[in-house]
């Protein structure tokens, strides 16, 4: 089967739908198939492009047998909204136009979001090959941004509706990476059930593994030996982490205790000046992935939080699972299917979103029982491997897909 996954960001950049992209897509390509990512040039989450990549329409590269085809995008930092409308625009405008002109016909077109006009570049080109579309929805937009008030409900967000509207009701099959996507796309958009499957996010068995506690990571930066809680991804509107810094601020006479926020984002500036002055908090600038799980192991207490919203009830952090695959338990501060899944595997403790007061006791409470954490992060581990293996997965979506075109999966096979 030839496969093309279209995606803004793809390696080597870092964060959710890059890990994804190409997790899923190297182990079609291991079973066989022919997978083509159409991407971004490489400039999430600081909007810079390497030097090499500036001024370049296109490039095609291979990674690991995944045949790569990067085309233009106007490379835009993660924040403020303008400008990264337009570079969500460029990314569509050039992947339709180079896809067209640079690609031979898959078999199927496999596209993600966000953002959403990534996955109207999968539908034209899907029309343009004559071939079934697949769209794989990893967050609700423009649901999203309204739940965080990057935008109000003007003519934007109302195209950005129709759009969604357009291409649910289109695409051949609706993938999501959980059970609350499913359901919020049924009852906002009146979509069957039967049109969706969900492929959660997983991790790669093989990069996140237990390590050391005690590594470079910890003597780099001088954490010795203080219980550090991590928050490593996005610094977003949607995160909460002004709740974080709150919690740190009530904790700050505790000199046993250390936030550590690795990572970039567009509430980044504004969590430095909260924190002016916090001797427990530490910001650090995003890391290449293969230094993530070292960070992973060198912490005590993996941090995953979100706005107190009801649409992030429905929202399964990708970071959950690298947290449990690396054996580190959780505070989460999320509801919906993600507390099930931490109170289901035991593998952490759950506090309301944004309840501040909530994640000061919960934080005292366990930062001194060492040995409640230590069978946390197994059992958290057990449960990912059982249930979130990437590979497991990537054999699960690619059993769908051959559902979807039948009579060409077979045909292409090595």
């Known amino acids: 089967m030839r496969i093309l996954y279209v995606s803004q960001y793809f390696p080597p950049e870092i964060g959710a739908p890059a890990a994804r992209v190409y997790e899923l897509s190297r182990e079609w390509v291991l079973d066989g198939h022919e997978v083509t990512v159409l991407t971004a040039f490489p400039h999430h989450p600081t909007g810079v492009k390497r030097p090499e990549d500036k001024g370049v329409m296109v490039r095609r590269e291979r990674l690991e047998g995944i045949d790569v085809l990067r085309s233009y995008v106007y490379a835009a930092p993660n924040r403020g909204t303008v400008r990264r409308m337009a570079s969500y625009a460029s990314f569509m405008c050039s992947a339709i136009a180079l896809g067209q002109l640079q690609l031979g016909r898959p078999h199927l077109v496999v596209a993600t979001s966000p953002q959403l006009l990534c996955a109207a570049a999968g539908y034209v080109l899907s029309r343009s090959f004559d071939v079934p579309f697949v769209f794989e929805v990893r967050d609700l937009w423009p649901e999203s941004i309204l739940a965080v008030d990057a935008m109000g409900d003007n003519v934007i967000v109302r195209g950005l509706k129709s759009l969604a509207r357009f291409l649910y009701r289109r695409c051949s099959r609706i993938v999501t990476v959980g059970e609350g996507y499913s359901r919020a796309i049924h009852q906002l958009y009146g979509i069957d059930p039967e049109k969706m499957t969900v492929i959660h996010n997983g991790i790669d068995p093989a990069l996140f593994v237990p390590g050391i506690r005690t590594n470079e990571i910890r003597r780099e930066y001088g954490w010795g030996d203080r219980f550090v809680l991590l928050y490593l991804g996005t610094h977003g509107m949607a995160h909460g982490l002004d709740k974080v810094v709150e919690a740190a601020?009530?904790?700050?006479?505790?000199?046993?205790?250390?936030?550590?926020?690795?990572?970039?984002?567009a509430e980044k500036e504004n969590l430095l000046e909260r924190a002016a002055g916090l001797p427990n908090v530490q910001f650090i600038d995003a890391q290449p992935k293969a230094r993530v799980p070292q960070f992973y192991a060198a912490c005590d207490l993996g941090l995953v939080t979100l706005r107190n919203t009801s649409l992030f009830q429905e929202v399964l952090p990708s970071k959950i699972f690298e947290y449990l695959g690396m054996e580190k338990p959780i505070l989460l501060a999320v509801g919906g299917e993600a507390r099930r899944l931490i109170?289901?595997?035991?593998?952490?403790?759950?506090?309301?979103?944004?309840?501040?007061d909530a994640m000061v006791a919960a934080i005292r409470k366990?930062?001194?029982e060492h040995g409640m954490l230590a069978e946390m992060g197994k059992r958290g581990r057990a449960y990912v491997l059982e249930h979130f293996d990437r590979r497991v997965l990537a054999r699960r979506y690619l059993k769908l897909l051959r559902e979807i075109c039948p009579a060409d999966s077979d045909s292409t096979k090595r």
């Open 249 to 265: 601020r009530q904790l700050r006479e505790d000199p046993n205790i250390l936030f550590a926020f690795v990572g970039d984002g």
């Open 366 to 368: 366990i930062s001194t």
């Open 343 to 356: 109170e289901t595997s035991g593998a952490g403790v759950y506090v309301p979103p944004e309840d501040v």
